[in-house]
């Protein structure tokens, strides 16, 4: 039973990393693939891949980026991307990315089709500018997030991880079994 327990945890951990850094970890951290062999399987150079699975092993131990701002400072942010997401403002979206933003689809968001997994504000901005119509500011697990909710119905979820006043992280979450185990609270925008 707890093997079961500690497989299912494992396989939630997992889904939050993107597919790269998902390969990465799993190849290397817990197979020991060299990261040479890696960088093959990703097509991408050692360095990177040894980058992946470092970033996938600082969230698979809970190190969090962005606890540096309070809630209504996070939701400042997260109101300024939606306007400019909404808005089509590509300058204004340019304003609160990290120049090394990651946008991370989980698997059932990329099914939908209009996300796939990019990094760098430019083309964060240039995918999202003039979307999230159906955006809804909201407190996802007592964080502010933003919902799709197309027909009342949330069919989507984006965390943000901030810091230093710029998002640096965009998880999207579109798997209705994890939609459901969110605490999800709709604010007024």
Known sequence: MLADSIGSALLVVLERLSPSERVAFVLHDVFA???DDVARVLDRSPEAA???ASRARQ??????????LDIPRRRQVVEAFLAAARGGD????????DPDVALR???AALRMGSLR??????AVAEALAGGAQAGRLALVDGVPALVWAPGGMTRGVIEFRIQSERIVALDVTGDPDRIAQFEIVLLDA
């Open 33 to 35: 693939v060299p990261f």
């Open 50 to 52: 040894r980058k992946l």
């Open 59 to 68: 969230r698979v131990q809970g190190e969090h980026v962005g606890t540096d």
């Open 90 to 97: 590509f300058d204004g979206l340019l304003a609160v990315l």
């Open 105 to 107: 689809p989980d698997a």
């Open 117 to 122: 997994e990019m990094r760098g504000a430019a």
